[in-house]
């Protein structure tokens, strides 16, 4: 029989806290029999240190993993007694819950998500960020859960521990799963450049997971190419012996919510836009519908197999077209009034399959295909709807054997992610509305108004293509009386391969259109089914027309894209090496506690920018000589991590070359090539890799049944990305080939985090009167400062210019931080399950206080608080006030037949329907809430959305 490794560490766990689960106490006696057996202690110690490529969760249905020779008959549960399975729990900070000695002496996470707190809490989207908002350290993107755009289904932008949230370490299966395209990229669709990536390369679905760890400090060297922190999925494995039928279970279920559902929050300004909006910043109706499909079970009593099926179905309705321009001159033609549908469409096909082939050796392989298609179009042009493609395919193969002198696991995994767009055509033109071209336009009699457009930015793919091969080994401990070690030792090799491809030539028109003069148009000269010309007759709009009808109209100048790929190659490395040691001072006459060091450093290195880094880890825990349930862990950490940098930096750059240029001085006449140099507005140059170095310092308390923790952690951030454009006074030099306002990235940014957070939860269920209460209560405050704007480039950061905030005069480095801004946060989460009869209630509420916020907006002249006598530029702050929110799942299940269960969950967003302001729109017209300091004049509060309901049912055998 297999011993597996993380089947053995739950086992040696469990013995050592003298916890067991009385669901399946059977089974677990049946295994620690066999594996006291088979495996020496020391074993499974060195198995223990490998935590962090692969972990354990509270739940205990991970015991069901387990693997026996035969297939057992299933017990009937016929106690009305509810166990820790039955409720969701947070795990953090050292909870001896966390089967890894490792991360929990020396207080590495944020928090780990067992299986069970997925399915006892709201699900949302069913994203991994909707439900790590109940960890502490973890900031979220203010406009993420915003009112006016319910339909979206893009995971959450976080922030870990002060750092940036495409700095991240995402990985499933122990594989990394990041996004390094261009996960900050832009906001709208342009003909160069696409909408901002996901900063995870899959959306993968909660249901499918056992569990989620996240590490916000003290990480092992074990982990590279960040600077956030490490967000580790793990996708569950087949359950042995669990009934079912022949030993195979299956989950269908459906879950829904609507605009029907939702209660909105807008500003009285935004109201009139929102509600005959034809863009997707302001969706007032929507549909979301989620499918869940899955089996698992052992084809052989060696080879098991999880197959999933998971599916996210947005419908967003709009209008075809505005119903006015931003200067509200209202628009006109044939399909103004009608109605256009966008869609967000997310996919998981997930197969994970596990092979013990010997007692010592398991073999996974996993296959992943999950993209996503989001579908949109230009909400003032005709043929214009185009879909943003993310996700793409994960697969691997993970060999895990015991040796003789330790335990050595192994990993290869193909990743492939993609950014792409698709378009309905490969041409944009700007006509002035005639009898032609009158789907819509405005009746403007001024300026370059009514104008007609049709087309879109063509078809372009962004792909990251990465091959992965790990190592890493833990060799058996060594002791020497009271010391013991533990030696650990990896290396990682990435091949990544990376391309932009435009796909077709796109065809972009330059300046106004010109009056044909009753000339023909010379018919389709790029065979695209365009001549760029017309005979129909304009509109009486426009000076440039002088109020005057023309018989056709035609463009003398067009901008063509060629089509065309750049790509490049990209290798690059890690390896690390750590000790784990022990000192135990506990004498037989004399305790003195247990102490802790673990000592690592880490090297990697790419081609790419051509670095090689040093990042050195050290952890310091001492545990107290007194029984487990009252102990006291002190731990003390000083470490660096060292990020990535995006691909994006290099694939700008010959974009503009790609380019040419046609004129032409008549409309029956065929464009001509013209002579001008098409200079590239991105320059690209070998940058440092971004680092942060991190002090921590935390102390946990066991107090028999619940658990106090406070952590602090100081993040200083160094040689982090921030982007520069040139102008003739900023010094940077002016270049061959390149505009003369060029944009250029420089490691002349930096950061600097304070973070402190509070935990106090019930280590193990509190029962009364047969029911199960689990509590959790929270705190995290965060203040963080950066010398760079995240998205844009912006000079006055560089040099650090004065300004005037608020009627004060400071630095423009001191200006509050957009985004990720929140001070502190409360969270208290309670979850209480009961048995009645045949059924089972579970009842959570997830409550949430969030300390309010300042935010910049620029004053105009026109503003009372402007300051005529100070020359600088002025700003003033919009109050974001407190803001507390109140989540609930109530969920019921009903054992229908030889544990065959119909389930049901209701989930309700904002209980109170409490009227949260979460960020801030540029203008009420169209609702863009990008990060940036926007006119007072302009600016608009956005709210988080109301009271929303969610409805699932489910039926598992």
Known sequence: MLITRERERERVAHAQSGQVDSSDSSESKNIDSNATKSKQQNKNIAKLALVESTQDFDSPTTQATQTTKQYEKPQKDTSQTITERDLGRIVAYGSPDVKSSSTAKYQSNAGVISKSMIQTHPSGNGDIGSILRLLPNVQF???????????????????????????????????????????????NNNINTLRGGQNQGFAIDTSLLEGIVVQDSNISAAYGRFSGGVIEATVRKPRRNAGGINGWRANISYQFTSSDLTEYHLDKSSEEYFYASASEAYQPNFHKHIIRASTEGYITDKVGLVASFNTTQSFIPLKSYPQTTAANTAYIGTEVGGTRQQKRQSYNFYTKMNYDITENLTLEAYLGYMPQTNTYFTNNAKDSFYQMDSGGIQSGLKASLQTPIGFWLNSLGYTRIENSRRSDKNYYISWYGSSIHNWAYTNATTGNSGRAIEGGYGDLDTLQDTLTLKSDFTFNPLSWGIFDNVFRIGTEINYQKVQRNRLEDVYFTSGLPRNTNGSTCYKDQFGIGQDFCSVGDTFTTGTTQANAKWSGQYFNALQVYQAGKTSLDSVSYGVFAEDDMKLDLNFERVKIGELNARIGVRLDGDDYMSKHTIAPRFSLGYITPIAKAYQTTLTFGANRYY?????????YDNEQNLRKNYTRTSSNQAFVESSTTNNSTYKFNKLKVPYDDELMGAISQNLSYAQIAFKYIYRQGRDEIMRRSRTNSNGLPSLEGYSNNYTIWTNDGSSQSHIFSLIIKNIKPILTYGVAHNYLFAFDYTRTSRTYNLLSADEAYYNDTLIKYNGEIINYRNRPVENWARPFTLRLDTTHAFKIAKTKWVWNNFFRFRAGYDRMVILTRTDPRYDSSFSGSQYGKMRFPNAFSWDMRLGFELDMYKGQTLYMNVDIYNVLNSKIKSTIANTAYNGSTSSGAFASSNAVAVYEVGRQFWLQVGYKF
């Open 141 to 187: 993107d203010n406009a993420q859960n915003r009112s006016t755009a319910q339909g979206e289904i893009d995971p959450a932008n976080i922030s870990i521990s002060g750092g940036l949230y495409y700095q991240n370490n995402f990985q499933i299966d122990g594989l990394n799963i990041n996004n390094d395209l261009d996960p900050h990229g832009e906001v």
């Open 643 to 651: 990020g990535r940098n995006l691909f994006s930096y290099r694939l």
